[in-house]
């Protein structure tokens, strides 16, 4: 059982920066796989970054390929989603989840956070 603690989110004006960490406890963190993922109101879940144990892989969606940046700290068992020039169309819940397999897809995804809110103001 993992679990998972997202942090870091607010609101922020176009153009601006936000740091998203996710916490994690339970067990290795570093025999696990992590995504970020994001749910705007009426919209389904989909797919932002994701990172493989050791950050041997590393995947972003295209929206914000570019943009965003993943990394892991197994140190600290914690995964950060770095968002910067964020867009109005950015805003959403933004969850973590973890697998012991790295995949973009959410239904792969076994364990997930609580979500933290990120609203882009025009």
């Known amino acids: 059982q993992v679990h998972l603690v997202e942090s870091g989110g607010g609101l922020v004006q176009a153009g601006g920066s936000l740091r998203l960490s996710c916490a994690a406890s339970g067990r290795a963190f570093s025999n696990y796989a992590m995504g970020w993922f994001r749910q705007a109101p009426g919209e389904e879940r989909e797919f932002v970054a994701a990172?493989?144990?050791?950050?041997?892989?590393?995947g972003y969606s295209d929206s914000v390929k570019g943009r965003f940046t993943i990394s892991r700290d197994d140190g600290k068992n914690t995964v950060y989603l770095q968002m910067n020039s964020l867009k109005p169309e950015d805003t959403a819940v933004y969850y973590c989840?973890?697998?012991?397999?790295?995949?973009?897809?959410?239904?792969?995804?076994?364990?997930w956070g609580q979500g933290t809110q990120v609203t882009v103001s025009s």
């Open positions: 990172i493989s144990q050791s950050a041997i892989i590393i």
């Open positions: 989840a973890a697998d012991e397999t790295y995949s973009k897809i959410v239904h792969r995804y076994d364990y």
